[in-house]
């Protein structure tokens, strides 16, 4: 390296350059000219060529000019322009530094526009192609201007948010900053631009993007793989953004979620979680159908495999398209018991991850604070009921992206962006599932409305863009989804709202009780009796939980955030108590406040126990807010009583492993194609009894056999009667209740021929080839049954009995 630094000037000019022994000499003539003329203004300055290792006469060009000002400095090899404009800038004593390319495909007469920037406080003035103002003269290939483009977009969501071009080669800093900037890089090629911009975002130096004339230069030194070793380093760059803190709270989340589905996680295909009930069977196959409307390419809004002939209409179903698709090839590759799990492992983990995201972004800035914060809004006691069955109430990660976005259209700063992405998030969040979509919008209005009504200029201000926002979010999303909601309230198959019984909702004791699956306080008694089954123990936060949040809400009052997040929890818990409530202890029952919203579209299918779901976000960030604050506080006593008073709350809820068993195994007759004799074009198999909520294993028979046979009956949601009122399951014909009700029973009625012409008649409606009877509780009486519907005896075959409806037809 030649050259040495020998006093201070007002302005530096960096010049990486690599072989350009024919442009360069222009560029200096330029450049001096235009300095020399401009003294009065910039003035004393010097010129410092950054050669990368050239293997032409670049470093001669420099050193014949025989000027002290321009100077040169010289790698040994070629690495990078990042390198280059590391060594140039060290070289460097200008109170000001500008880099500009070779090229000058910006004007040297730009400086001037930033020089103004800077002189107005900014620290660094970078010249953009992409703000109003700017001007270009001669464009580049339509597919580099794309790339270019799509490069900036992929920029400003990982490392420098707000800037839009951050590639123009043209940029003015403040000296001293830009030394440091540079010093602290790594990167050796085209992304140091994005490394010393995202340094000086992150010490919140001021940026301010000028716009300049601009013109497209031949000869230049950016080919085709330089946009992957962009993307290579914009990887990099992310990567080594992570704080170690945050790393290690996602490896914990993910060790949680594996701990927490331990029994079925290392064998999907042979384990089973009892408490999902049937679930597990219906989504394991709706993961399998969605896969296989993937590679047939069938409309995935409906399925005549299971509910024959009728169908299912899948989008009036929540079969989480925006995640069944996409895990479609691992489902094809490795079932849909591995796609299954691994999905719910995974989204419960991501869930949790993106709470922390939210609370360490918008709630408070100790990581520790947030991270527990996060872990109550994922794992808490609902959360954990719904991880044994619904995915749709697992995988939530979208649901504080959402928060966020909204929240970024309250500030009003980029109203139309934020609104796009805002209707793109939500869309998706339509095919991952519209009940949580709805239980996050009335969280959302709980707390805009208190905290509205506590800081009436934060509302103020914030009204005009977030309804502005949200009316381009409408607009960006109801193209996108009006379709698939067409067909889920008007398509076939589609039902008109779906009751779950008189009162859904939850006893006042289920807020203060402990769930089945709390390690340490659980009990499965208590929780059964004050819940729909194990996987709707909606609330069950415990009553030291419930103390802890009181003693923070009032401790911490004064806060607006407060104010909102405890009425927000307070307003959710009593809306889930349904539209009547019984008080304990007595026979006095009471309206609740669900009664109001029972009877409007949407509402109507919610089971509103559900809402006390949004008290689990609610309580994690109260709790984060707590710790913020005990961690600024210096009195050691009140340190230790506060975490104490979170152990204690925390611990007896802290949830246990779900139970798992081995999985009841499939018949031969179905894992061997046995079947395939018996089922021909256009029939279907007809398990004794028909499959519905209460036994769906005949879904499981399906998936192993690779779908490839029809099931009339099944587990799912559907239309009943004229009036296509929901019910769950396929709408009932005499004999698969005849059938059912043997099943549980073992009691046979007295079979005429009434009954066989009935049976007769109902086997034709389903197209039966074949009726097949599984071991099982009462299957003496259930083959006695079928024997005397079909007249003669079934055959003993691959581990079932079979009836084969086409002998004596």
Known sequence: MSGTVTRVVDLSVVIPAYNEQERLGPTLDAVTEYLSESESRFGEWEIVVADDGSTDGTGDVVTARRDPRVRLVSGERNRGKGHALRLGVAATSGRRVLVTDADLAAPIEELQRLDKAVSEGN?????????????????????????????????????????????????????DRAREAFAASRLNGWGIDVEVLQHFHRADWAIAEVPVRWSHQPGSKVGPLDYGRVLAELARLKARSLRPADLFAVLLFVLMAVTLYS?????????????????????????AVAADSVAHFHNPLFTDLQGFPDGVNLMANTVMLGLSVPFA???????????????????????????????????????????TGAL????????????NAHPNFVILFMIPLILDRVLRLAEGERVRRDGVVLGLMTAYQVFLGEEPLLLAAIGMALFAVTYGLVRRDVARAAWRPLVRGLLIGGAVCLPIVAYPLYWQFAG????????HGDNAGNSPLSLVAFAERSLVAGNAEVANALSLNPTEQNAF???????????????????????????????????????????????????????????????????EGRVAMICAPALGMLLAVALGRLAATRRVSTVYGGLLAVSLALLPIVPAPLKAVDRVPVPAFITDGMWKPYVRDGESLVPVPLPDPGDAEALHWQTAAHLGFKLPGGYFNGPYGPDHVGIYGASPRITSNM???????????????????????????????????????????????????????????????????????
């Open 376 to 387: 109550l809004a994922a794992f808490a006691p609902p959360m954990v009921s719904h991880a």
């Open 263 to 287: 029994g079925r996680f290392f064998d999907p295909g042979h384990r089973y979680l009892p408490d999902s009930l049937q679930d597990q069977n219906q989504w394991e196959w709706f993961f």
């Open 329 to 371: 090839p691992l489902t094809l590759a490795f079932g849909p018991a591995v796609a299954l799990s691994l999905c719910m492992t995974l989204g419960l983990a991501a869930t949790a991850a993106a709470w922390y995201w939210l609370i360490a972004k918008r709630v408070v800035r100790q990581r520790a604070a947030a991270f």
């Open 492 to 499: 076939p198959q589609s039902y008109q709202g779906i009751s």
């Open 123 to 175: 620290t660094a003035a970078i010249g953009s192609r992409s703000v109003p103002g700017a001007t270009i003269e001669s464009r580049q290939h339509p597919v580099r201007e794309l790339l270019g483009r799509a490069g900036n977009v992929l920029i400003r969501r990982i490392a420098v948010p707000g800037i839009r071009d951050t590639q123009c080669g043209f940029k003015l800093f403040e000296g």
């Open 541 to 607: 936060y415990g009553w030291p939980l419930v103390l802890l949040a009181f003693a923070i809400a009032v401790r911490l009052w004064e806060q607006a955030l407060v104010k909102a997040l405890a009425v927000t929890a307070v307003g959710a818990a009593l809306l889930s108590l349904g539209p009547k409530f019984r008080l304990p202890l007595t026979q006095t029952v009471y309206p609740g406040p669900w009664a109001l919203l029972a009877r409007l579209p949407l509402f109507d299918s919610v089971i």
């Open 739 to 809: 059938l059912r009700d043997v099943g549980y029973t073992g009691v046979v009625p007295p079979i005429d021929k009434a009954w066989q012409a009935q049976a007769r008649q109902d086997f034709a409606y389903w197209h039966a080839g074949v009726l097949v009877l599984a071991p099982q509780q009462n299957d003496g009486p259930l083959r006695e049954a079928v024997t005397k519907l079909v007249g003669r005896p079934g055959k003993w075959t691959g581990g079932v009995w079979v009836w084969d409806l086409h002998e004596g037809s």
